[in-house]
Structure formats: C-alpha cells, structure tokens
T-cell receptor, first 109, second 113 residues
C-alpha cells in the first residue's frame, strides 16, 4: 500500500509561520495535493505540485522534492481562521489519491 | 452552482439494516469517488467511477456497492450495515485524473449501532 506521513498536531501563534512536512512512498507518482479541512466540513483544495520546486499562492506555499519523497506546506502570517486540519495527498501511478492522516494546526492569539 | 451534494447529512442505522448514500455533482465531471474518513486515519478510497456506467474498487471496498447510472450521480450502498462501517463518508468528483483536484461534498455522518 501507499505510505504517507505527516505530523499529527502543530501549534503556532497568530501572525507566525508554520511548516507542515509530508513524506511519502507510493507506487508511482503523478502529483501531490494539499487540502484544508475545517472541523466538520469538507476538504478544500489548496495546492498542487507535480514538478520539483516551490508553488506560491498568497499566504500559502507548497514545496516538492520528488527524489526525496518530500513535500511541505508553508502557512505565513497565520490567522485564527487557519486553525484546521491539513491533508497531504499523493496521486499514484494509477491516478488514485492516497491521503495522509492530516495535521491539525491550532493558531493561538 | 451547488458543486457536490451529499444526502443524507446524518444517519443512524441498526446492525444489519441497509441504506443508500447519494452523491450528486453539477460540474459535468467524469470522475467520481467515495471515501470514508475515520479518526487518526487518512481518507480511504472505497469505490470510484471513471465515467457513466463504470465503477471500480478502491482500497476498502468490502461491504459496499456502488452504481453510476447517470453521469451526475454516484450512489454508495450498504447492504447489511456493521458497526465497523460507522464513519464519515465523503463523495468527491474531478474533471480529469491528471492535474485537476478533486472537489468534495460536505460528508455524511453515519453511525451504526
């Protein structure tokens, strides 16, 4: 099966920066996605990486290294509304998505 | 434009009962998926469909059946519910399988007693 690891929880202060790491071992690779999921709600798409490097979208950035099986999501200028679970998902060789268990980020005032 | 709509939102069943969860999307997406989400675990793929009239097994298909008679609808059935199927079920759809992200419904919270 696929193996996707990310930390369970992280806490940071409002206005700070948090980096969520994701490591993966999958059968083939066709892209990596980051989703945000607020408690009791649906996951919503944040970012997509298929080539090595950094993708920036406003306060959120995502980085990928395919040779290391590694990605991170960087959240800058944290706001209270950023408190949520962040899901790392890898599209494998059969184009199916495998998800990590999610990282719960708590932003404190 | 509603996106992906799941019904019902909540349901409590007794062991052995059957039920069908409905997923409807209005984005003309070819691909549709059913996942379950359990505490401490990632979303796990139950079944998926690559187009109208097609279905395929995912990672955890046992105890579930699906049908895709119309492009916009994807039904998930539990023939004989078991307590191990207590979970939050999410439906998702996507335009393609390569670069496009999956769009998720709000989920169905199912408890089996």
């Amino acid at each position: 099966g696929q193996n996707i690891d990310q930390p369970t929880e992280m806490t940071a202060t409002e206005g700070a920066i948090v980096q969520i790491n994701c490591t993966y071992q999958t059968s083939g690779f066709n892209g990596l996605f980051w989703y945000q999921q607020h408690a009791g709600e649906a996951p919503t798409f944040l970012s997509y990486n298929v080539l090595d490097g950094l993708e920036e979208k406003g306060r959120f950035s995502s980085f990928l290294s395919r040779s290391k099986g590694y990605s991170y999501l960087l959240l800058k200028e944290l706001q209270m509304k950023d408190s949520a679970s962040y899901l790392c998902a890898v599209r494998d060789g059969d184009y199916k998505l495998s998800f990590g268990a999610g990282t719960t980020v708590t932003v404190r005032a | 434009n509603a996106g992906v709509t799941q019904t019902p939102k909540f349901r409590v069943l007794k062991t052995g009962q059957s039920m069908t969860l409905l997923c409807a999307q209005d984005m003309n997406h070819e691909y549709m998926y059913w996942y379950r989400q359990d505490p401490g675990m990632g979303l796990r793929l139950i079944h998926y469909s690559v187009g109208e009239g097609t279905t395929a097994k995912g990672e955890v298909p046992d105890g579930y059946n699906v049908s895709r008679l119309k492009k916009q609808n994807f039904l998930l059935g539990l023939e004989s519910a078991a307590p191990s199927q207590t979970s939050v079920y999410f439906c998702a759809s996507s335009y393609s399988q390569d670069t496009q992200p999956q769009h998720f419904g709000d989920g169905t919270r199912l408890s089996i007693l």
